[in-house]
């Protein structure tokens, strides 16, 4: 099953979520993650919460764009945000049945605890879809 997890910047929540699935279900799952407007560069908590999850080595180099993907190849697209399934499906109206909404707040500029909480988050939904399509 191929999924694709979406964010705003590609730089937390979808790559985290890209890697956690990578190690808990590689065998099962092809993930990739996708910003609907990418940053620059890999968020540093992202790096710092997977190293104590020893999944580091899951993460994505650089961010990238929705725009850079063929949204229609993946069975599953897992956004993050409501605004994040517009944009997808301004992009591929077909995709309307793929995706699924998690509704998990962008971490950007807040505390480093806000942070964790939203690991926390991601890392249990990433275990729930891993379960549930076993």
């Known amino acids: 099953m191929k999924v694709l997890f979406v964010c705003s910047g590609n730089s937390y929540r ?10 808990y279900a590689s065998k ?20 710092s919460f997977l190293e104590k999850e020893n999944a580091v080595q ?3 180099k650089h961010p990238e764009g929705i725009d850079s993907k063929r949204l229609q190849d993946y ?16 992009r591929c109206p077909k995709c309307i049945k793929k995706v699924e909404v998690w509704n998990i707040d962008d971490p950007y ?13 991601i890392k249990a ?7 549930q399509k076993e």
């Open 14 to 23: 979808s790559p985290v979520a890209e890697a956690l699935l990578k190690k």
């Open 28 to 47: 099962r799952f092809e993930a990739d993650s996708a910003g609907t407007s990418p940053i620059n560069y890999i968020s540093n908590s992202a790096h």
């Open 58 to 60: 899951f993460l994505k």
């Open 75 to 90: 069975d599953l697209i897992v956004v993050m945000e409501l605004k994040h399934k517009f944009s997808v499906l301004q």
């Open 109 to 121: 500029d807040t505390t480093t605890e806000y942070e964790e909480e939203i690991y926390r988050q």
């Open 125 to 131: 939904k990433v275990q729930q879809l891993a379960k």
